[in-house]
């Protein structure tokens, strides 16, 4: 028996309780670092098949690694279960989480012979937006003596090379001074209308900005009271660009909107975060073509990608990882469409036959690659 037949064999051993965990994490969401039910159910699996586990790795409570085999390639499979406020799985962690379980025990079964190190590197807080998982974990050096990081995300649709652009998420605080806004208004200073001329300045903005740039944010806090001018108000912003060192000269040019906003006003600004984004993804070309032909292999088809590799999709702290270690992070597809990413309908397709199919197709494929990169490698 090959080793990519014997990888396979293996994962068929343990499907069904991939599958298990996977809608578990689905019915359990939790939010970034607080994903404490997930990241115990993930390393007590990872022990229970041999895993040397590391629990609370790089002084992050619900970060771990878990590794096996000893051969001088050394690939982490990267696993995200954070979920998202309000609409939980949306984002399809709970497939994200069991597919690198299920790559990473496949792949450890012929680790030895193929001359493999499997890490399963569990990577919270994907979500959060800035100073997330990854980007500690990396800081920290977690992917110390890795030579390839991968791992397979849920949409619509499978894209090998999609464009994941950089990211920037900070908190706004607008601070003015309280009064009754009938009798007094004249003494009280508008934080609320801080951020009005703010959102009205980035709105103009937008006619003068890259057409990959985005720039998205809620107010979290817009007042007390009707009849109380606003002493207090806060938002929280995301902004996007192609590069790192595009979002930097965005992030000025936003800045100074909420600036503008407390000097109209006369209110005070402070911007919290920000300081820590998520980098544009840089796709390894090996490693992307060794995993689109296993994937294809496994019956998985790949849209043009003229089409789909050119549209700007999304943000992933996977970006930061990939500036410093070949990596990749195709999206696999679950069949969802007119439901995407970020709304409840994807959540409730994340549990779905299809969606289970993409776990199962996306571990093997990771594995697969894992076995590849082995034998491309020349290590000895």
Known sequence: MDAKAGARERFESVRDGLIEISH???????????EEKASTWLCERLSEEGFAVERGICDLPTAFRAR?????VHVAICAEYDSLPGIGHACGHNIIAASALGAAIA???????????????GTPAEEVGNASGKVLLLERGAFAGVDAAMMVHPAPIDVCRARVIAASMFD??????ASHASAFPELGINAADALTVAQTAIGLLRQHIRDTDRIHGIVT???????VVPAHTSARYIIRSETLEQLTELRGRVYRCFEAGALATGASLQIVGGDKPYAEMRHDARLAQLYQRNAERLGRTFPDPQVWENRPTGSTDMGNVSLAVPSIHPMIGINSLPAVNHQPEFAAHCVTPDADQALVDGAIAMAW??????ALSGKS
Request: aromatic fraction near 2%; hydrophobic fraction near 40%.
């Open 107 to 121: 792949a450890a079964q012929v680790a030895d012979e193929v001359g493999l190190t499997v890490s399963v590197i």
């Open 221 to 227: 806090h817009g007042g007390d009271a009707p009849n």
């Open 172 to 177: 706004v605080h607008c601070t003015g001074k």
């Open 369 to 374: 690659t894992c076995i590849d990169l082995a």
């Open 68 to 72: 096996a085999g000893a051969g001088p």
């Open 24 to 34: 578990r994490i689905h019915a359990h969401p939790e939010l970034g670092f607080e």
